[in-house]
């Protein structure tokens, strides 16, 4: 495609005094004709001979791009220039509107002799997901400068925006400072810090308090059990984005306080040496990790939720715990990231609970209302409406310390999050739980 660049344009408008000159002076008509008609050759010519000047110019993208959510990333660029001649090109990438940039087009300039060059777009993605970039444009200057020669190039990338753990980390990073002193100091851990491995005869030089006696009446004979330093233990997310997830708080939905929580208790599970599963859910299960360890299992659980949307659907809890009743058999630390301020969905939760919390260490989190507290608790009432929405709050906060009865007698820890503080609290229960050894 050959469009008309300003060069064109204003030596048109320079040509255009001939044809008022050749209409008051009937002499000079026929120089004005020829130079006319000698312009428009020229212009013609060069746009003919030019036509063929992006022929060989290919761009390449990587396949997966990764970014971070309101964090400045770059788009690598690799440029095959098969002619090896220099030219001046004007890139441009038809970007979605969650995609931000600074620059419109990017000026590349192909050096001579080389057939392939490096560059880079600098983009600032506003919007966790997934977007595809399926083709690029790109122009150059004519031969003479007056047109532009335009051109397109097919290419796949898919640019896969995460949640950002940056101020996520620096708030979590506070918790392993010991203020007042230097260096690393090492905590007291309650418990023997081993597990039973098995049972055996036993040998002269066995500690009494070893001697399983059961084993031993049954059998006849003195039996002794044999432990084993503690293995690595498990430690599952599982995350609710049904209809309550998409509620809205600092001009964010529910769900991306989870999702930033998970990720980054995922990170210290594996920083302390324990295995980091996950499961997502809604009105069924959608997605099951079991539990590990490693950079590429981080990758997957961050693939696995960097699509997740809030879906306007029921919770199915009693699905849920039937899943993890059947997949998982060895006792697990189940951290739900959930809304439990439905007293339906609330009394749903605790009837399908009661099939795991025997088995598995459960830990209920969900976000603190902002208008649930005690009937007293807010001295600024100055209006009857103030007083009925306080009531209204107090009735939700009985509620909700209620089912956190009801729960704890169940064997299941309910708690209610600062939104402004959730990755913090939630890796300080897990590592509260990792000192009593309570698992």
Request: proline share 3%.
């Given at each position: 495609m050959i469009v008309p660049r300003s060069r064109l344009l204003y030596w048109t408008g320079a040509l255009l005094p001939l044809s008022i000159l050749a209409a008051a002076l009937p002499n000079t008509t026929t120089i004005c004709i020829v130079i006319g008609i000698v312009a428009f050759l020229i212009a013609i010519s060069d746009a003919f001979v030019s036509r063929n000047l992006l022929n060989g110019i290919h761009f390449q993208l990587p396949e997966i791009v990764r970014l971070s959510k309101d964090r400045e990333g770059e788009l690598p660029i690799q440029i095959e220039n098969d002619g090896e001649r220099e030219k001046v090109l004007q890139l441009a990438f038809p970007f979605p509107p969650q995609i931000e940039s600074e620059q419109r087009e990017l000026r590349l300039v192909l050096p001579d002799g080389n057939r392939y060059s490096r560059s880079s777009w600098s983009i600032t993605p506003r919007h966790r997901g997934k977007v595809v970039l399926e083709r690029c444009y790109f122009e150059t200057p004519s031969r003479l400068g007056l047109w532009n020669v335009r051109s397109r190039s097919n290419i796949h990338s898919e640019l896969r925006t995460y949640p950002n753990l940056i101020e996520e980390r620096k708030k979590v990073a506070a918790l392993f400072l010991n203020r007042g002193d230097f260096g690393i100091h090492s905590h007291r851990m309650v418990g023997q810090g081993r597990e039973f491995e098995k049972l055996r005869e036993y040998i002269p030089g066995d500690d009494y308090d070893q001697v399983h006696w059961k084993a031993t009446a049954k059998r006849g004979k003195?039996?002794?059990?044999?432990?084993?330093?503690?293995?690595?233990?498990?430690?599952?997310?599982?995350?609710?984005y049904s209809r309550l997830s998409a509620k809205m708080?600092?001009?964010?939905?529910?769900?991306?306080?989870?999702?930033?929580?998970?990720?980054?208790?995922?990170?210290?599970?594996?920083?302390?040496?324990?295995?980091?599963?996950?499961?997502?859910?809604?009105?069924?299960?959608?997605?099951?990790?079991?539990?590990?360890?490693?950079?590429?299992?981080?990758?997957?659980?961050?693939?696995?939720?960097?699509?997740?949307?809030?879906?306007?659907?029921?919770?199915?809890?009693?699905?849920?715990?039937?899943?993890?009743?059947?997949?998982?058999?060895?006792?697990?630390?189940?951290?739900?990231?959930?809304?439990?301020?439905?007293?339906?969905?609330?009394?749903?939760?605790?009837?399908?609970?009661?099939?795991?919390?025997?088995?598995?260490?459960?830990?209920?989190?969900?976000?603190?209302?902002?208008?649930?507290?005690?009937?007293?608790?807010?001295?600024?009432?100055?209006?009857?409406?103030?007083?009925?929405?306080?009531?209204?709050?107090?009735?939700?906060?009985?509620?909700?310390?209620?089912?956190?009865?009801?729960?704890?007698?169940?064997?299941?820890?309910?708690?209610?999050?600062?939104?402004?503080?959730?990755?913090?609290?939630?890796?300080?229960?897990?590592?509260?739980?990792?000192?009593?050894?309570?698992?």
């Open positions: 003195p039996i002794t059990k044999i432990y084993q330093i503690e293995r690595t233990q498990e430690v599952y997310v599982v995350i609710d708080l600092r001009d964010e939905t529910v769900l991306e306080h989870y999702l930033r929580a998970a990720l980054v208790l995922g990170l210290v599970a594996q920083k302390q040496g324990d295995l980091f599963g996950l499961i997502t859910f809604a009105d069924k299960v959608t997605r099951f990790l079991r539990a590990s360890s490693g950079k590429a299992h981080f990758h997957a659980c961050r693939d696995a939720l960097y699509m997740l949307e809030p879906q306007i659907v029921t919770p199915d809890f009693e699905e849920l715990c039937s899943l993890i009743r059947l997949r998982l058999r060895r006792r697990a630390l189940l951290v739900f990231l959930t809304d439990l301020q439905d007293p339906i969905l609330a009394e749903s939760f605790v009837h399908s609970s009661a099939l795991i919390s025997k088995q598995h260490l459960i830990l209920v989190n969900m976000v603190k209302p902002p208008a649930v507290q005690q009937l007293f608790s807010d001295s600024g009432v100055n209006a009857v409406d103030q007083l009925y929405e306080n009531l209204s709050g107090h009735l939700q906060w009985q509620n909700l310390r209620e089912l956190r009865k009801v729960l704890h007698q169940q064997g299941a820890t309910f708690y209610q999050m600062n939104d402004a503080k959730m990755s913090a609290e939630l890796v300080t229960q897990y590592l509260n739980v990792k000192q009593r050894q309570v698992l």
